[in-house]
């Protein structure tokens, strides 16, 4: 097909220029929105009488036809777009005009393909964001789900890696909850800048056809039209915000993953994972390796560089419409792809996990983390935190060379550290009792995770009532 | 000074690890979230019953004589800190004890310098985003009073960096209100998610005393308090966002910063620059650089590295709170820092250049950027837009071969490329009727010019009273 | 096919996981070195009598056989490789098996896919960065005979992108040529490292059959075996290293798409990019646009984006292998298809660019880049420079008010801000005159230019005959 | 101090734009290099004639007085430079004139700051890469005599943070050497483009003085000198390219701070670091955490964000020098900072860890890491592997069901899984046998690590030697 633009050129353009320059490899799976928005641009056209009605309803008729073509075609795996068209707007344009013939030139009216793309992009990112969410919505009802069922399980808490305190299992899970719903709080947050209208802003500079870009907004479900179309054909803001929020999300997924890693080995053993989960090695047949959670682990690096690439391409561009921008889809299908099947996957992962809560209290076993409890009921009793830190230090070093636990020792053997214990103690430095002990706000206590388990359920509720 | 937790300790901690672990130097800018944080903290230990009221009231009193204490001796340029200090907390702990003697020790009761970290960060962070936020408006005031001054001032409005229409200079400036007008609202948003009171999740899994967290945050000016301790220790999704937002911004401030370097080359000549914020060189007697429009485009990557570190910081990190959070504050301090003097420093230079509307005018002179115009008119008589654009590509080449612009022909030479011509095309290819010919919503004729910034008034005034 | 793993699993693998863990969309570019590879591996098999040397034959002849099969089905654009099959060495096992039956299965005898897939990316990397070296010595041998006709036009050097001094255009290419001479050193560098056999290393450990390394080694073309089984299996540096001299190297190519993309602006006027690697616009008849320099501006994104990628991966793994490292190929080969078309679209643009030397030249007029010289006259007879640049400053200050250039000055209107100046000058400000005068090693003027290109040509020569 | 460059200026600088363009604060460290610089050059310049012998050696007097000056104030603690100076280059200029009086003034001769500054940096880095090298020799040093006394201590050997076969301890710590050494290979690679010397660029292209730069070079030691000027001031690559090397390093020592993190915890406990290198808690008084392993872990985020933040500053950044460029200084000096602090500390956890090599042996009692070698004995029986994987892996199951070991069971118990085991079976399944069977080179096997090793010390003392 001969260019659209050829008028001022004397020479064809080179052919590994057109395949260096050509997107369609990256861009054809905007073609639904492509056609979509095309829809509402051309009724708006025949609406404000700059195109005919008819010729509007031709055109609208021809674009849905192109829309069955194209969708039956993948249906049956048959591929429909040719590796030499230039992008995907080019090839659906080309498609059209085969069906209802040169009317189908009257689509483009009042219409660039810089403001074009962007509204594919947003029409697209728009309806993936609201399938991320599912995704994470899916995850989250796991989490909570399962740590109703285990308020009452304990494992040790840790900082620094360290046996710390103790928590339930409900909590820690939990902790994971609210990390997915700020990163779904925050894609609802990015919607307000993706969910708006770029059409109608042409090459650069708005057109002078009386367009109502207000009907055509409503018509796709916008909530605003773009206010200054320089801005409009060169902003990509919205990819760079959509991977900050999936890379804080794969921040989120790996740090689950690593600790599934960690608890699937024989020396935690917290967690079993499923076979069908789970790899082996045609080497070592002993081997049962957490394959899906490596591999979301590394897959964070992926958005990661997708988030650099985008910034990047971004910095000390000129207004307004450059092609460098064409690079921008690379960087958010990576993001969006990354994202859909990790939050797939570790949900699939989870649901067939064993928790080994005998492992995970068995850990508690001598490893100290009731120490606090010690100190803090020396201090109920009159010390000071400063000396009750003291003493429970050296009882500490007493157990480690006597190879027993805190709650190993009986009352005497605890009063000669200080006889200001007394018979209670012994209750209080079981790990459970030291769980139960956190009742503050927000703490592993079971009233305190019941709490917040409700809370959960409100958010999550609120979530899906919206969409 | 004898450590806090010698207890079950056989060795002196090695000097050299003192230094390494050491935070002194970098978050000592939060001696007053500190102060702050503890007074609210220990007021309502008293009012709990925690502490006795006499005692809380003691701190209290204390707290606030070491924060007068450190502001004056700030004033006066006195160093406060101690080199060897470990970090701030125990630091503004140090300096409360030698004012108020042992009963300094119960301010921590309650709490962990792991939520007690996360809490000033938070306080620090929620008042330095309301001051970038501030930066940006005084940087939209000038932009939207500046734009008002030019709405019939025209230049080239570019693509692919070639003249492609011709757009206001108001236009051109308000373009970038809007960039850094969903700056304002994405720190707006973020807010949200910084705006939360870790404080009272202790070390990882809540305390047993009975605080009352919602009486804490109410003091503190939080709206919330975090629903889980260990998300809470343990979360520097606030950091990440920030830095995100910051990266944006900045990517803003690059794109404006290269403009003004191109626009003061001799070649463009758009802008010049003022003595007062340019420097010159010591061997070259003519130079007069833009240093502070280069300088604010490569920071741009310092905000960008400090989003990757915190980024790379926190993939794979297992719950709870571990010690690699600590380097965070020099990611967040890194992008606060930048962000706040770059934005300054943009509106400094801005508020004192000089457009030269002159040279812009005159850079549209022959640029063909009046092309579209000829074609539309084309179509407008009749002809198809396919062969407009063909006839006006070939009347560019006259034109480029003859060294003469469009408007510079004559009607008789048009009407020999096509009779359809009539005599209003003379008028039409002025650059300013072309500019005012982009009706559209957000396009760049006046009147659509006067409603976007009429808009933006409404925007900023909305932000303005929120603050 | 049953997994060759499955003896202690009681469940199938979901299917969902064999896709998310499948890596042969990415890795069946591989096919190639897997078989080359595999040849060496069962020949030294064979010769070490681990394997019957009637076996080891057949099993070459088997992978030969294959080989054939794959490259004439590739030829014919059929597809070879099943979308379901894990990754490309066991669809290459696979192929052989259909061939040769169960004494296929003896190929992996003391061979795990640890161990080889590490083999296969060096081998892969290996050619590739020769490819890529090739790539830049056509750019470079463009730069130097471009260079060699350039050597007196003289063009505005610039500082802060301000005319600063005269250059010839010879000198601002071979600036260029430096850049990418370091590129390809340090390609020649990292090959030392990529350059080295894991195979041998097994799963982690090493194995007990008698293998002899070195032997295929010497087959494949490695210069040393890899030191540690451990380190072989789990070492990506190279594809890091890979990564971090194709970021400088895109950076490089930016840097110069940037200056053509300036260059070709009819503000600059000094290049007219050729129909063949331009674009137009479907809507502005008059548009010329330089997509090849912007998308390769654009796309250094995308191997900054793979580089962190990488990096962010590797963070924190603990040895040995682990499954994150199979996303190592998706950066690596991004990275390398970025390169290998980036390098080859500059050449191809610069090849058919014009140089407008008469706007270069005229673009010196006037612009005060010869100050310098005007000033350094002034100390040459006797003024300090101090003195002599604050003369130079009042001249440049005069002229600017007169609008005219130093050069437009008579003797008498210099001697009036000093009698020093002699008849001498007038020649001296000429900017071929200026040019010339920076005759210093690796300055501007001609000798010292034709200099430069000697010694490029012998490097270059040099590398040319090492290959 | 009135400026150098106010010729052509009508106003003064604002303070703030003074302040926002000054780098005293960041390249304060220079100082010392930069002096250095001069001398070489000032000599040059009276050797050449260029300013009289006489003048040369009073400047290199006043230049030798101003180090001494400088160097005994740092060491009595007192501050030397002014915090308004605008660099290290004009406050060294400033303490010169103040000691000698306006002769100081012809030391720029020839010279602009652009080649200055980039001469110092590299002066500068090429000394801190030796350093960091011999930081990297001392820890590699540890290893090899850490590793000649562990080659017979057996641990688990992980693939996927599984159980994969025994290693030796020696074999595992002589990884790590090898990633040292590869990093101790790059610098150097690193240094020849590192050691190259751009002074006599002056500010872009070159100068009319007469310079004798290989003077210069063979004075300061650079091994050759720039060839281009244009090229010579605009170059970072170096910055960027020692970053890529100290990010690799960095990720080596990550991976190396979370094994001893992973090991330190009570599940692994194969470490136990020293109480000098770890701390405790004010809260919980059994805590002992790895804070520096922690922080070296999180440190890896800083050169990451570094390296960033340089290839975004120089990323499409037209010729010759822009002052962008002045933020370089900051990311190298972070880079440079945190590699030496993390090796030396990690040295010095490593000095005084006590590895329980009974915990270690312990770990691989009943972990299946001996299945290969079952296998690996049916097949030297003559079974296919194939068979042997899959009868091995029944034998691991059944063990599983047992809860035994695979070393646990008898010769009858194995047999009746296959007839084929005879009495060497129960020999070949001691984890230390395990081992000892990996010899093949670069295997675990100790003959096969000694060898390791000795090559290890023949690397290590030729880069001594080098040195």
Redesign the interface.
């Known amino acids: 097909m001969s260019?659209?633009?050829?008028?001022?050129?004397?020479?064809?353009?080179?052919r590994?220029?057109e395949i260096?320059?050509a997107s369609i490899g990256v861009d054809e799976r905007l073609w639904q929105v492509d056609i979509v928005g095309s829809i509402a641009h051309v009724r708006m056209l025949g609406q404000q009488g700059i195109i005919s009605l008819p010729e509007s309803q031709e055109i609208i008729r021809g674009l849905k036809s192109v829309q069955e073509d194209i969708a039956s075609d993948l249906a049956a795996g048959k591929v429909t777009f040719r590796a030499e068209a230039e992008d995907i707007h080019s090839e659906v344009e080309r498609l059209l005009t085969e069906k209802i013939g040169?009317v189908a030139?009257k689509l483009?009216?009042?219409r660039?393909?810089?403001d074009q793309v962007a509204t594919d992009s947003r029409l697209y990112l728009r309806d993936q964001v609201a399938a991320v969410q599912k995704d994470i919505l899916v995850l989250q009802n796991w989490l909570i789900t399962t740590a109703e069922k285990h308020t009452e399980t304990v494992l040790p808490?840790?900082?620094?890696?360290?046996?710390?305190?103790?928590?339930s299992l409900a909590?820690?899970l939990?902790?994971?909850?609210?990390?997915f719903q700020?990163d779904a709080?925050?894609f609802t947050?990015s919607l307000?800048?993706i969910n708006v209208l770029p059409l109608?802003?042409?090459?650069?500079?708005?057109?002078?056809?009386?367009?109502d870009?207000?009907a055509v907004a409503r018509d796709l479900g916008f909530a605003s039209?773009?206010?200054?179309?320089?801005?409009?054909?060169?902003?990509r803001?919205f990819v760079?915000?959509f991977l900050?929020g999936a890379?804080?999300m794969m921040?989120h997924l790996?740090?689950m993953?690593?600790?599934l890693?960690?608890w699937?080995?024989?020396?935690?053993g917290f967690v079993r994972l499923?076979?069908?989960?789970?790899?082996?090695?045609?080497?070592?047949?002993?081997?049962?390796?957490?394959?899906?959670a490596?591999?979301i682990?590394?897959?964070?690096?992926?958005v990661?560089?997708?988030?650099?690439?985008?910034?990047?391409?971004?910095?000390?561009?000129?207004?307004?419409?450059?092609?460098?921008?064409?690079?921008d889809k690379?960087?958010l299908f990576e993001g969006l792809d990354t994202v859909h099947?990790s939050l797939?996957?570790m949900t699939?992962m989870l649901s067939s996990a064993y928790f080994d809560t005998e492992r995970m209290s068995g850990?508690l076993k001598g490893?100290?983390?009731n120490?606090?409890?010690?100190?803090?009921d020396l201090v109920v009793h009159g010390m000071?935190?400063?000396q009750a830190?003291?003493?429970?230090?050296?009882?500490?070093?007493f157990c480690?060379e006597a190879n027993v636990g805190i709650e190993d020792l009986s009352l005497a053997e605890l009063q000669q550290f200080s006889p200001l214990f007394t018979d209670s103690i012994l209750a209080k430095v079981k790990p459970v009792a030291v769980?139960q002990?956190?009742?503050?706000?927000?703490?592993?206590?079971t009233k305190?995770v019941l709490e917040?388990i409700a809370?959960?359920r409100k958010v999550v509720k609120a979530v899906v009532t919206l969409a």
């Open positions: 260019k659209l633009w050829g008028g001022r050129f004397e020479k064809e353009t080179d590994a220029v260096f320059t040169p030139g483009h009216t009042a660039s393909r810089n808490g840790l900082t620094h890696m360290q046996h710390a305190q103790p928590v909590h820690h939990m902790a994971y909850f609210w990390m700020r709080e925050r947050d307000k800048r109608g802003s042409a090459a650069l500079a708005g057109t002078s056809f009386p367009l870009r207000e039209v773009s206010e200054n179309s320089l801005d409009a054909v060169s902003d803001d760079v915000e900050s890379s804080l921040m790996s740090r993953a690593e600790e890693i960690l699937s080995t024989p020396e935690f499923d076979d069908s989960v789970t790899t082996g090695s045609s080497i070592m047949p002993q081997k049962k390796n957490p394959d899906v490596e591999l682990r590394g897959k964070v690096g992926r990661y560089g997708a988030l650099m690439g985008a910034l990047t391409l971004l910095k000390a561009l000129p207004l307004a419409y450059n092609r460098d921008l064409q690079e690379t960087f099947s797939k996957l699939l850990a490893d100290f983390s120490a606090t409890d010690l100190a803090d000071t935190f400063r830190h003291e003493v429970t230090g050296r009882i500490v070093r480690i769980m002990a956190r009742t503050s706000a927000g703490g592993t206590g305190a917040q809370k959960a």
